[in-house]
């Protein structure tokens, strides 16, 4: 339950927790943050995490200027010890802020507790647990890598009417409306992830394509156990504008390096093993820093992500018309029934065009 906090206090937290949506996708390996500063029941200035994880939140809002007497609100706990940057608590009391509203304690251990702490110390006033649980929400991904050595995964999911994924007569399940909402999701996630079968059967760049987004295109991770990733695919001719790793079982070093002269970087998993193994390639993916990781492929890998309990989110874009094909046994596990079963609860339902979206989430 969170604890009491004014309405005053609530209102300026919502601020700085919008402000940290900006971020979310583009921040790891640190957590996306906002910040607002507030001095005479104004909001005086307000920063959020940038790309790359730098600058922070409070060091964006602070400027490097004085704010007597003023009340900073972020929505994690600032950092206290040095990193690719100083530490964001010296910044808070260099620049004479009085108050400070915090409103989740960082959970990694490097941080936790020890800004607060130090702030303290300098008689700095603090408030702890305004609107926390939302904040949580937000920063599940960075959370679950921190406690759980994985980050937040969520699938996308294209299904017919009656359930079919893949329709050889036809490349595209929804219509354009979905695919394009679809696309858009890619921005909000650090990495996206898909099989081997997928880029080569469908050939895809997994970017942003919407004007002005492709900067926020998310790494690629392509899972390829046999390394049967052609050199002329559009993923290996985008490698060296758009970051990608190949999860291999093969240490063919005439076909790896040939991969790697376009910029793909190649990690060998567990060598002459037939399949990937998605729970080791998930924790190699967390150690590497991602916090938000999409999943884009076809029923067999969504089935198998989802028997291992990794799904944490699924996008469910379904369309209003039938395909005339027999139904894959990974297809019926699918199924809308089957979620409930896992403890997937039904967040989100909406029409987009002719097609429905359903969002399904974990109990947090």
């Known amino acids: 339950m969170e604890p009491p906090s004014s309405a005053k206090d609530r209102y300026f937290m919502r601020n700085a927790l919008n402000l940290s949506l900006r971020g979310v996708g583009n921040t790891y390996p640190n957590p996306s943050v906002g910040a607002v500063i507030v001095k005479n ?55 004479k802020i009085k108050r400070v509203v915090i409103g989740l304690k960082d959970p990694n251990p490097i941080v936790n507790g020890k800004g607060i702490k130090k702030l303290k110390k300098k008689k700095i006033k603090i408030t702890i647990g305004v609107l926390k649980n939302e904040i949580k929400r937000i920063n599940l991904g960075f959370f679950n890598k921190i406690k759980k050595n994985k980050p937040f995964i969520a699938s996308k999911i294209a299904i017919s009417r009656n359930g079919k994924m893949i329709n050889k007569r ?51 991770f392509i899972l390829d156990s046999g390394l049967k990733l052609k050199e002329n695919s559009k993923i290996a001719k985008t490698a060296k504008n758009n970051k990608t790793f190949v999860l291999t079982n093969t240490n063919n070093k005439e076909k790896i390096s040939k991969l790697k002269k376009s910029g793909l970087i190649i990690k060998i998993l567990d060598e ?56 894959l046994s990974v297809e019926k596990d699918l199924n809308l029934n089957n979620f409930k079963n896992l403890s997937f609860k039904l967040s989100l339902l909406k029409n987009i065009g002719n097609d429905s979206l359903r969002i399904f989430e974990k109990n947090v």
Not at 193 to 209: A, E, F, H, Q
Not at 273 to 289: H, Q, Y
């Open 170 to 220: 036809n490349k595209w399940i929804t219509s354009k409306d979905s695919r394009e909402h679809g696309n858009f999701l890619r921005a909000k996630f650090d990495a996206i992830i898909t099989g081997i079968n997928t880029v080569l059967k469908d050939d895809p760049l997994l970017n942003c394509r919407h004007f002005g987004m492709q900067k926020l295109s998310p790494i690629r």
């Open 272 to 327: 002459n093993v037939e399949k990937i193994n998605l729970e080791k390639a998930v924790l190699l993916i967390s150690k590497m820093g991602f916090n938000n990781l999409l999943l884009e492929s076809g029923p067999r890998l969504n089935s198998a992500f989802i028997k291992l309990n990794l799904i944490n989110k699924i996008y469910y874009f379904q369309s209003k018309n039938n395909v005339d094909l027999k139904l």
């Open 41 to 95: 029941n104004q909001i005086i200035s307000r920063g959020w995490t940038q790309p790359g994880g730098t600058p922070h939140a409070e060091v964006n809002a602070l400027k490097g200027r004085k704010y007597l007497g003023a009340t900073l609100y972020t929505t994690l706990e600032p950092c206290a010890h040095f990193g690719k940057t100083a530490p964001c608590v010296d910044k808070i009391i260099e620049s």
